[in-house]
């Protein structure tokens, strides 16, 4: 698949296109599951190209996207930070500047691990929190991911948190951390699943995770996910 031209054939360079504004992870993974990806590269110039996306991929979409902006400038919306686009490049869940989570589903990706980030800052585009300028580029790998099961009472709050570290490189001058944060409650059966994509006791390209931590209702504990439970989709159980 290619976003440079339809002379690969029509559906190769739409797909690229379709992956980066699909509203829904599962969309999105079949279209990498079909591809055979298992890398993704996310620039911060993305912001700047999600009219030419509509344009190859989903024409119906432009004006849930884009809007007038300041200076007569179009501008991305609120809906977009939902797409898979805007979750690469601001962390991996889709929540707007604003706090606003979009499409009601706040959790992380489970199937993407970010392994890579930029030491360059592209200073057009700016972090949606922090205000400080973007990494340049990101890069994604998709993994099967461990399958962490939980027993407790019907109804009670399982999360899962970390953070996923990159040491600081020349020239940037602090590390960058992601915080991932899951949660889901337990069903009926007395049991719930998060697929989670990171190992606790192996590097994730060149990050590390720290501050691993399980909880189930009042009970918690340390996380351990071994890197072969994240490539061979294993279970691991929280007790």
Not at 69 to 77: E, F, L, M, Q, S
Not at 222 to 233: D, F, Q, S
Request: glycine fraction near 10%; aromatic fraction near 10%; hydrophobic fraction near 45%.
């Amino acid at each position: 698949a290619t976003n440079f031209g339809s002379y690969v054939g029509v559906e190769s360079y739409r797909d690229p296109s379709a992956f980066f504004l699909s509203e829904h992870p599962s969309d999105a993974l079949a279209i990498l599951e079909r591809r055979r990806v298992r890398y993704v590269f996310a620039p911060a110039t993305l912001v700047n190209l999600v009219g030419s996306m509509c344009r190859v991929a989903a024409p119906e979409l432009r004006e849930a996207f884009l809007a007038a902006g300041p200076g007569g400038r179009t501008a991305t919306t609120e809906r977009w930070f939902g797409t898979l686009g805007a979750r690469l490049l601001f962390g991996g869940t889709p929540f707007a500047p604003s706090g606003a989570c979009i499409g009601g589903d706040p959790n992380p990706l489970p199937y993407l691990r970010l392994v890579h980030v930029s030491p360059f800052r592209n200073h057009a585009v700016l972090e949606a929190v922090t205000g400080l300028p973007l990494p340049a580029a990101f890069v994604w790998e998709r993994v099967p991911g461990a399958q962490l099961v939980a027993h407790g009472v019907s109804g009670e709050d399982v999360q899962v948190e970390f953070d996923v570290v990159f040491p600081a490189v020349a020239p940037a001058r602090t590390a960058y951390r992601l915080p991932w944060r899951a949660r889901a409650k337990i069903d009926a059966s007395g049991l719930v699943v998060l697929q989670v994509p990171y190992a606790t006791d192996a590097r994730n390209g060149d990050a590390t995770v720290q501050n691993a931590r399980w909880s189930i209702g009042t009970r918690s504990g340390k996380l351990t996910v071994p890197e072969r439970a994240v490539r061979g989709g294993e279970s691991v159980s929280l007790e």
